[in-house]
């Protein structure tokens, strides 16, 4: 039975308002409202920068994915079928860079390889060269930190996957003759093409979208992202409008483009019986020591970034490791106002645009699933939009459409107010409470409610007393998830913070800009933590990490009814 | 005929946990043996020994002589059906059938004939193209039994084959999957928790309990003379009644209940003169009497089940216990005082020395 409430008709276009209309909006402002033309479209096609950010753009993706792939994988069949000492531990520390904001491995990455890091002044004092060995920049450098935040996907999916394979299967293949390697092949990595696929397009879609590393080390080479934001800078906003239309079609095809793959072979593999027995390698101390040595490696930027913020100021030089170390740019994080503004920003900010986010991403839910109103789908697409696009995307949108005051068409001028970047975190949110609150929703038996609306709760005291307690740990997983997006966001911000709204990634960039090192990385540190803290306290609700990122990464596919 | 199939004494614990002790058994060349015991009995594990998807603690596992203890799953050519079939779901009937084909040295030429001659052989003629998931419950185990029967392994193991079928089917499969086996005539184990299935599939049936094989043997005598109190109870229905042993010699033997009165009996295993014994009875060897016959245990009836011309009444016997008997769907009613005695011409109660735990 399909209802006719007034709140599904409500929640609908209160987030078409918030999620459709800016896109629509920004649409037709590149194609030069008020008179319609396609002037800007042609002026795109004709410069050959604009062609090489594109392409560069996909190009940047697909070897994201394929890097990312090559390292995710194999570590992931590593950790899941083999036993060695530290296993673990180690499996968790590798999967870390997953929770922490780009820009902090961005920071954390040119602290240990940069030109002025310490990789480099070693092979300096090495070569007494006055010169540095090499410079991280262009796209080989925004690779190598792609594929070193990025791999996590493949690790987590590969992971997950394999933990859900029926060890009966490769029983099975082994009992009719096959091998390990026909196992592999035959059998195990068909039957983990859904998790395989679905790791591609999370590593595709978040390269895409990735702002930080083009922005921090492309140096001249630019990508869609970058080039939105210097088309915006220069004061070119129509242009930036066609290029932000261009990125969304990228992003969309390539969304569409993968969840064709993905169902193109729609395979039920049975999740029963015991998961295999993990086998004890003969050289497991060997294994043991190359993991370790891995997660040394992955764990090396971020004790670089804690270790740069104890260096004062002006100290460190042509050392290779610096010559002093204190509290300083710690004490003057905390004691200047000036400084602990970005920080305070970023918290109130995160913190309301979450509550936010979960109370209209459970309501929508609620009223989809619960209220079964004929705008579910609807709704739940709505939900997945800011997904699926880039959020340079978004920024451009809201910027354009909260620029202008025209109540009657649901615009305000909030460009320039505290409210603009709450409202952007809240649209980039919304997929992920959303999500949750969907996914909690529909796993929960509704004869738990039944059972307590016999026994006489209203309502009310349904959702209070039933409903919410037990999708507490799916909500907070997804707020944790959404928090930690928000805290950490670069891409948004540097579009539309204002200098009174600055969150702690502005002021990070700032840091850098003033060669202000220790300060920067004394905010990447705390930003780290704080995400860190985050995801343990409220992300871990009786959930593992991969399946949060599983729950983000279907989250387009709900949106596709 | 020649043992195609031996175990050796195997051993095997999960940490601390023994869950096979000393499992020794042998298979005959094309013979049938059920391995039947109740979940937690091992014999799971022992059937993944024998398939080679564990590695014994201790013992031996030997096919036509050769010692494959050592030799990994992917050698042994075993055929193993699972028991949830384990059909690989991203290929087709035909491929899951062909999927051991080629491990097997059989060329790609020979490959669709073999396929095809083994699917007919599992009444799925022409079924090479369909999906796995869209068939039926009975149609999966049958390409499971033609996917494991394609490469002509040396042994067939099947594990729990018809628990995943609902009760109007598994007849049907169960005979069905005993004419295939038959016809291919290969040495076969298989494991289920079923004493109907055991009975009806196995040429001879193997009870296992707590990791100890208890007994071996055709359905009959462990029906009839079984070895121990566990396979005396686990075998068909029966009540357990204690009581004291008095021996003697063959035939003047007896037990006796609280009250002096002394029943003839056989001793099932070891049971000390003037010890507690737990006297061991089949329904169909009791009946119902006036509770003043001599000889009889007064009762009262406390439950009737209804079977056709006959019935189970289960009579709560003063100081005893509760026994089942067999007799005539008219024979008493719930509440009525009654009499148990041995039944003329049945089986004698079997005598076991009492379970130390219970």
């Known amino acids: ?561 | 005929m020649t043992v195609e199939l031996e175990l050796q004494s195997l051993e095997k614990s999960f940490g601390t946990q023994p869950v096979t002790r000393g499992v020794s058994l042998s298979v005959r060349q094309s013979e049938i043996v059920a391995l039947l015991g109740p979940s937690g009995s091992g014999k799971t594990t022992v059937l993944r020994l024998v398939a080679g998807f564990e590695t014994p603690d201790a013992g031996r596992i030997l096919v036509a002589g050769e010692d494959v203890t050592a030799t990994p799953p992917e050698r042994r050519r075993f055929g193993m059906v699972f028991q949830h079939y384990a059909l690989f779901p991203h290929m087709s009937v035909g491929e899951n059938v062909a999927f051991g084909l080629e491990p097997a040295g059989i060329s790609k030429a020979d490959a669709p004939g073999r396929v095809r001659e083994t699917l007919a052989g599992v009444d799925l003629a022409g079924f090479e193209g369909r999906r796995v998931t869209e068939l039926s419950g009975g149609q999966q185990q049958r390409v499971a039994l033609a996917r494991a029967l394609a490469p002509r392994p040396r042994v067939l193991l099947l594990d729990e084959p018809l628990s995943n079928l609902d009760p109007t089917l598994r007849d049907r499969t169960r005979r069905e999957l005993k004419r295939v086996i038959q016809r291919v005539g290969i040495t076969t184990l298989f494991v289920t928790h079923e004493q109907e299935e055991a009975f009806e599939l196995g040429d001879r049936v193997a009870v296992l309990h707590q990791g100890r094989l208890e007994q071996v043997g055709l359905p009959e005598e462990l029906y009839e003379k079984p070895a121990t109190r566990f396979v005396a109870t686990f075998i068909g229905r029966s009540s357990v009644l204690p009581a004291r042993w008095r021996g003697g010699a063959d035939g003047a033997a007896s037990a006796e209940f609280p009250g002096g009165i002394r029943w003839p009996a056989a001793a099932g295993g070891t049971v000390a003169e003037g010890g507690l014994a737990d006297l061991v009875v089949r329904p169909e060897a009791l009946a119902l009497a006036s509770p003043a016959e001599s000889g009889a245990l007064a009762g009262e009836v406390v439950e009737r089940r209804y079977a056709g011309r006959v019935a189970f009444y289960t009579v709560q016997l003063a100081g005893i216990g509760e026994a089942e008997v067999l007799a005539s769907a008219d024979a008493a009613k719930p509440g009525d005082r009654v009499g148990v005695l041995p039944a003329r011409d049945a089986p004698l109660p079997r005598a076991y020395p009492p379970e130390a735990a219970s």
């Open chain 1, 1 to 561: 039975m399909r209802r006719t409430r007034p709140a599904g008709l409500l929640f609908t276009l209160l987030l078409a308002w918030l999620v459709c209309y800016p896109l629509l909006l920004t649409l037709a402002e590149a194609l030069g409202d008020p008179n319609w033309t396609l002037r800007h479209f042609a002026e795109f096609g004709r410069r050959p920068d604009e062609w090489q950010a594109l392409w560069a753009s996909v190009w940047i993706s697909l070897a994201t994915v394929v890097l990312s792939a090559a390292i995710g994988i194999p570590l992931a069949f590593l950790f899941e079928t083999a036993d060695f000492p530290g296993r673990r531990v180690l499996g968790t520390l590798v999967a870390l860079p997953v929770v922490l904001p780009p820009l902090v491995g961005v920071l954390a990455f040119l602290f240990l390889y940069g030109e002025s890091g310490v990789v480099a002044r070693a092979v300096q004092s090495v070569t007494h060269s006055t010169e540095p060995p090499w410079r991280l920049s262009g796209p080989a450098a925004i690779l190598l930190v792609h594929a070193y935040t990025m791999f996590v996907y493949f690790y987590l999916f590969t992971r997950a996957g394999l933990a859900r394979l029926d060890s009966a299967f490769g029983e099975a293949a082994a009992s009719l003759g096959a091998g390990r390697s026909r196992t592999l092949r035959r059998v195990t990595l068909p039957l983990l093409r859904p998790a395989l696929v679905g790791a591609a397009l999370l590593t595709f879609m978040t390269s895409l979208s990735s702002f930080s590393a083009p922005y921090l080390i492309g140096g001249t080479f630019r990508v869609m992202t970058t080039q939105i934001v210097f088309s915006r800078l220069n004061g070119d906003t129509e242009m930036a409008m066609v290029e932000t239309v261009a990125l969304a079609v990228i992003a969309l095809a390539g969304l569409v483009f993968l969840q064709k793959a993905e169902k193109r072979r729609v395979v039920s593999g049975a999740i029963r019986g015991a998961a295999p027995a993990r086998r004890r390698l003969r050289r497991g101390g060997l294994v043991a020591a190359a993991g370790w040595i891995f997660a040394a490696v992955l764990l090396l930027p971020h004790a670089m970034l804690l270790l740069v913020s104890f260096v004062p100021p002006g100290t460190w030089t042509v050392e290779a490791l610096p010559p002093a170390l204190s509290f300083s740019n710690w004490g003057s994080v905390f004691s200047q106002t000036e400084r602990l503004r970005p920080i305070v920003n970023s918290l109130w900010m995160s913190a309301v645009s979450t509550a936010i986010a979960i109370v209209l991403g459970f309501a929508a839910a609620w009223t989809a699933v619960r209220g079964r109103s004929r705008f579910a789908p609807a709704l739940e697409s709505l939900l997945a939009i800011p997904w699926a696009l880039p959020g340079t995307v978004f920024a451009v949108a809201l910027a354009a459409t909260f620029s202008v005051r025209a109540p009657w068409a649901g615009r305000f001028v909030l460009i320039g107010t505290a409210a603009i970047l709450p409202l952007a975190y809240l649209v980039r949110n919304l997929p992920l409470t959303g999500r949750a609150s969907f996914a909690g929703l529909r796993q929960l038996d509704p004869a738990l409610e039944e059972a307590a609306a016999s026994l006489g709760a209203s309502r009310t005291r349904r959702l209070l007393r039933i409903t919410l307690p037990l999708l507490r740990p799916a909500l907070a997983a997804g707020a944790s998830i959404a928090f930690i997006t928000s805290l950490g966001d670069f891409v948004v911000s540097i579009v539309l913070y204002t200098f009174d709204t600055r969150p702690i990634s502005i002021e990070i960039l700032s840091s850098l800009r003033m060669q202000e090192t220790g300060v920067g990385a004394a905010y990447g540190v705390l930003l780290a933590v704080l995400s860190g803290a985050s995801f343990l306290f409220f992300g871990t609700g009786g959930e593992t990490s991969p399946s949060l990122t599983a729950g983000r990464a279907h989250a387009p596919a709900s949106g596709s009814p």
